[in-house]
T-cell receptor, first 116, second 111 residues
Framework: DAGVTQSPTHLIKTRGQQVTLRCSPK?????VSWYQQALGQGPQFIFQ???????QRGNFPDRFSGHQFPNYSSELNVNALLLGDSALYLC???????????????FGPGTRLTVL | EDKVVQSPLSLVVHEGDTVTLNCSYE??????LLWYKQEKKAPTFLFML??SGIEKKSGRLSSILDKKELFSILNITATQTGDSAIYLC???????????WGLGTSLAVNP
């Protein structure tokens, strides 16, 4: 049973560019959450997708957008990259049942984004 | 505002020592508190706590929650170098949407 997978592993971009990160959830999971983790800090919630819709959003600008596909996989898009967007981007999957999202989230290995 | 505060931020011990990591929180609608271990990349799940006073245990790791005083501790006994990691505490504040994370405690276990 494959766990949560993310691609790419590492990515280097320059300021102003756009980037798309991808995540496939764990088998049986239907909810995907995205986090940004800067060096030395805990993960910061970006948004969560369920049933192909953004269910909740953290305190991130509109440059951060996402999408969920019918197979539950998800993409995170960041436009107009800034140096401060350099971070580890983590995807976590979980299961929503009866309208309630399970507490336990399984994380992917992350994508290390460096913006030069 | 819901928040999670972990202490200490950093800890260096020798193999065989016992460590206690703290996580205090403020929340309007508590649902659960989770502990994760993060080594190189993805955090890995350790424990989920929902009830006060009930210890969760896995090998040398154990954790307990105090919902009256609003904190949780993670204990690691007989530490090993493989325990070196960042230990993250996360709070599910009952809004069923996101986890609120602490900054983590960076633990280094020296041989």
């Amino acid at each position: 049973d494959a766990g949560v997978t993310q691609s790419p592993t590492h990515l280097i971009k320059t300021r102003g560019q756009q980037v798309t990160l991808r995540c496939s959830p764990k088998s049986g999971h239907d909810t995907v959450s995205w986090y940004q983790q800067a060096l030395g800090q805990g993960p910061q919630f970006i948004f969560q997708y369920y049933e192909e819709e953004e269910r909740q959003r953290g305190n991130f600008p509109d440059r951060f957008s996402g999408h969920q596909f019918p197979n539950y996989s998800s993409e995170l898009n960041v436009n107009a990259l800034l140096l401060g967007d350099s971070a580890l981007y983590l995807c976590a999957s979980s299961r929503t049942s009866g309208g309630w999202n399970s507490d336990e989230q399984f994380f992917g290995p992350g994508t290390r984004l460096t913006v030069l | 505002e819901d928040k999670v505060v972990q202490s200490p931020l950093s800890l260096v011990v020798h193999e065989g020592d016992t460590v206690t990591l703290n996580c205090s929180y403020e929340v309007t609608n508590f649902r659960s508190l989770l502990w994760y271990k993060q080594e190189k990349k993805a955090p890995t799940f350790l424990f989920m706590l929902t009830s006060s006073g009930i210890e969760k245990k896995s090998g040398r790791l154990s954790s307990i929650l105090d919902k009256k005083e609003l904190f949780s501790i993670l204990n690691i006994t007989a530490t090993q170098t493989g325990d070196s990691a960042i230990y993250l505490c996360a709070l599910n504040a009952g809004n069923n949407r996101k986890l609120i994370w602490g900054l983590g405690t960076s633990l280094a276990v020296n041989p």
